[in-house]
């Protein structure tokens, strides 16, 4: 196994990023904790071929591509607001398997290889759409993470996972952080993320 | 950058092995979006130094050792009824840059090269002891991790951690699972974690 | 406003009744801190009429009844298992402005007073069935609320409740509780609890 | 058992009370859910002594007065800008059964009947002296409930509380709630909140 370049190590951890050394707009990015999380979801290996699906800033495709420097990893992101900042963010860590794709997804997968692994962090409102294309194309023992923070999205992603067959395991994660008040360690929450995994084949 | 053997890749992830995988004592092992989640916090890099006290069924440096094949890492365990485990799960993963150390800590920490990182996820009844030997010995940039599940064990760890001049951040992580309950997926509640890390220098 | 009679004030608080002073089947009940959050959604009142739809052991009507001693209360359950206990602490705990109607809900329902609120602890398989009665019957400025553990109660209800044109909110509590661990305080999570709270008109 | 008067039962209800109700300083009070998971662990019966310390807005007193009309509850504020907020709630609510109490605890209290009931919302810099001075005026039977949101409240209130002899449970409530996003419901956390509740006597 050989690496032919190597992301930048020398400043940044393979995974545990600082939400803040990532470019973001309005804050809207998958938080560290929750990224780990995601990550461990997508059970990722070698030379796998990811799909990131609405990718925003892009973080989890860049702590992807440092666990997997081999795989072939799509970043899909077609919101100009965010396509800015996942750029400057794929330059910054040097994640150079991710290919940036601007589209607005399901369009832009038909030219995407099969994949082995597919994150939707974000669907817009083409959640149905994108499964059935995503359903289609997906390997026999592939795996589909979906990070949901409304009510309607995780609704919708089971029914829509269901529909096609999929057995699906739900993980709800609530995370607290301290952050100082004045001299004191205040429990701040974040908001809490449903992280759906979805299989074919036995349970 | 050339890895010169290679973690088990084609049965199992980097991360996210799934709970089951790892033999274990009473279950008695960090879950795997806990597991996730303490890696982030690790912020491992290429070939850094890892102590991994009270290392249990050894999951934690498992992961670590995929993280960072490069890395030198040493999980430090005396508990028999845990050992046996460990060392079941160092050969079923192939961790080779794994080294056990079977010692009750601090005993056992003077052989070993200067710790980057070091992680704490059981500490028997030897917190403060261990945190004096790990403060002598942490490289000036280096992090510490310890693991909560007990009121005393934060509530220790950060008084000593602060006696020795660290900055604190605590996190704690509150993860539930579906799991099948006839035909519904009943939420089932991890225990929650105290996730604290620690670092010399400025905030 | 004149109590003719009293709850068992001497020895037991209003709310928050420790559980195991609750008769129970295989320990399903609700929870000391979600009870007291399903009371306070429910928003009780001087002398409304509340059903309480799969009483189960009672312990949300007791503790309404101890709110509201100049409410009519009715507790369906027809589940022989919970009866038996629901009977001994209706007893016990002295609710006797609480009626046990032995019915599988909806049954039952047709003689019993129009309700200002509506609680639904267990459904069985008739949720859209009790729903639509419910919805008939619930007064003007009525309130349901309704406990999910299941990720398919949590959906169905909110499907039901949307289409019947509810406006809603859903809080999901998440509890851990310190229990003694040799000489620790472990904390112990509960699982988590949805709480559907739907009312007619503007939100 | 006869009440002389009642609270403002035609528009609010006895415990649940709407959150955006109380007048309040930079939305510092405690959450209905949180409220209402404190007035359970409070244990409270017909005609206890209550002292609020460090009352802030009041919403606590307010309901606890809701359940016992023959209570005798004192709310110790000092802090002009909660004094203000916490009279007008005080008023708009009916809550008669409250004597504001304006002092900066522990002073104040000396005055007072010993307390059946004590609650702590918030202890300034002073939560040594405090419990120490309701630890010589604590009935026999009596409880101290203590909310902390942060990690130095909620360890220095165990140690002092560990110091006086009490028995000790602590929980910790997460609680999140949908509010509207465009036309989805997001899962918005609230920050943590340890609930400690402490007794003499045997566990």
């Given at each position: ?38 990550l461990a979801?997508l059970k990722l290996q070698n030379?796998l071929?990811l ?12 702590e992807a591509?440092?666990l997997i420097?081999?795989g ?44 082995d692994r ?86």
């Open positions: 196994l050989i690496r032919t370049w190597e992301p930048n190590l020398a400043q940044y951890p393979l995974i545990g990023i600082e939400d803040e050394e990532f470019a973001s707009f309005k804050k809207l990015f998958t938080r560290q904790e929750v990224r780990a999380v995601t979801k030379d071929v799909w990131d699906i609405g990718a925003g800033s892009g973080s989890v495709s860049i591509s440092n420097p081999n072939k990893l799509f970043a899909i992101e077609k919101n100009s607001q965010y396509v800015t900042f996942l750029k400057q963010n794929l330059d910054k860590f040097c994640a150079r398997n991710v290919k940036l794709v601007e589209a607005y997804a399901p369009e832009g997968l038909d030219d995407l290889p099969d994949p597919v994150f939707i962090g974000g669907a817009g409102g083409n959640l149905e759409e994108i499964l059935e294309q995503v359903d289609r194309r997906l390997k026999g023992d592939g795996l589909i993470v979906i990070n949901a923070v409304t009510l309607d999205t995780l609704t919708k992603s089971i029914e829509a996972l269901e529909y096609h067959g999929y057995q699906i395991e739900v993980v709800c994660i609530n995370v607290s952080r301290t952050k100082p008040l004045t001299e004191f360690k205040l429990f701040e929450a974040h908001n809490p993320v449903y992280i759906i995994t979805a299989w074919k084949g036995a349970e």
